[in-house]
């Protein structure tokens, strides 16, 4: 009975152990810098981690503060985990027109990454409804080579764009692939009674875009997470003057989505947030999500990530990344586990927000690396369970 037991504590001992990366740390530089290359304002993040090991960091270089203003699409890498970065590459040369909102996802059965983004024309009338050029449209490119080259962009809006929406917008964020490896990316519209959010999905690797399921009225700028048991969450921007996030559900792979209800746990601003898997049983000991955004009701300030180990039902642990002005966020998972965040941020208390002049360097994009245990002020230890699919 004894040396049975013994043997079985042995064998749990085999097959769980401390995974890398679990000692306390946290790091934080500064990646884009508005003014660079010319661009007036550089600004919101999506960053995805491939199967290479190679962080793509990916952002709007625009012509002055304004959205839908004159924007390319740029893009750095960093083969180090973030410790240093490449020059700056501009992805899609849009201007005069506005290429916004780049929303990557990579497949992970033939390797090749997506990123996805809308193109607003010179001049943008949101008025203006259809799948024509004079208003918003969507776009593609996609690398096979980890990023190092992409192809030219590739029109979709047929398959992605209903012909009575305006204005149509991608994350800001990062993408999916579920583990039926459905490619999901989460996407708003602005229909005559307010804006939805929404995702479209490819279940051929890409080939072929469809849209799924919208909710709303008066959300948008998701994210979406699958859940353990398959479902997925979609967390929105809310315009329903809670001073929070809502979310939704859906069973059936995103075609269909539950009512927006408001998530008080998650206080914020009218503002871009983000939602991402860090560890799922049996690969790892406990289930956990990551949310970031900035933790406040009216300003957008205080930049924070928060941590749940019940699939978002609650938030117990959180740690303040930045206490001054911060804003749009992306959360993304390092090969090593540990966990990074490209964001917002300024040398200001709070990012002006009336519509005066603001100057190129008002706002610039930092990089936060940590563990588990640096955000769980040591309370949490990342232990990785060997023979199961990671």
Not at 118 to 139: C, H, I, K, M
Not at 334 to 347: K, W
Request: glycine share 8%; hydrophobic share 35%.
């Amino acid at each position: 009975m004894k040396r049975g037991f013994l043997s079985a504590l042995s064998l749990f001992l085999g097959a769980c152990c401390p995974a890398s990366g679990s000692e306390m740390f946290f790091t934080q530089q500064n990646v884009f810098l508005s003014g660079e290359e010319g661009y007036n304002t550089l600004r919101v993040p999506s960053i995805l981690m491939t199967k290479e090991g190679t962080l793509l960091a990916f952002c709007e270089g625009r012509s002055s503060w304004r959205d839908k203003i004159q924007t390319d699409l740029v893009m750095k890498r960093s083969e180090d985990r973030g410790q240093t970065w490449s020059s700056l590459v501009c992805l899609v040369k849009a201007m005069p027109k506005a290429a916004m909102n780049p929303t990557p996802v990579q497949d992970r059965t033939t390797g090749r990454i997506f990123v996805v983004y809308e193109l607003f024309p010179e001049n943008y009338d949101s008025s203006v409804r259809g799948l024509g050029q004079d208003s918003a449209t969507d776009w593609i490119i996609y690398s096979d080579d980890d990023g190092k080259t992409w192809t030219d962009p590739i029109e979709i809006t047929s398959m992605t764009k209903k012909t009575e929406w305006g204005t149509i917008a991608h994350g800001p964020g990062v993408g999916i692939q579920t583990q039926s490896g459905r490619l999901m990316i989460p996407s708003n519209c602005g229909a005559e009674d307010g804006s939805y959010a929404y995702v479209i999905y490819s279940d051929d690797h890409g080939k072929t875009w469809q849209i799924g399921g919208q909710t709303g009225p008066h959300m948008d700028e998701a994210q979406v997470v699958e859940l353990a048991g398959g479902d997925l969450m979609m967390n929105m921007r809310s315009y329903r003057k809670q001073g929070c996030r809502a979310i939704a559900f859906s069973s059936d792979g995103g075609l269909t989505w539950t009512e927006p209800a408001d998530e008080p746990q998650l206080p914020c601003p009218v503002c871009q947030a983000s939602i991402l898997r860090y560890t799922h049983v049996p690969a790892f000991s406990k289930n956990r999500l990551l949310f970031s955004n900035p933790a406040d009701v009216s300003k957008r300030i205080n930049l924070t990530v928060r941590l749940s180990y019940d699939e978002g039902k609650t938030w117990p642990i959180s740690r303040r990344i930045c206490s001054r002005a911060s804003g749009y966020s992306c959360l993304v998972v390092l090969d090593d586990r540990t966990i990074g965040v490209l964001y917002e941020t300024s040398t200001d208390a709070t990012f002006t927000r009336d519509r005066g002049t603001r100057p190129a360097g008002w706002m610039n994009l930092a990089f936060a690396r940590f563990t588990l245990e640096w955000l769980t002020e040591g309370r949490d230890r990342l232990v990785r369970c060997s023979g199961a699919d990671q």
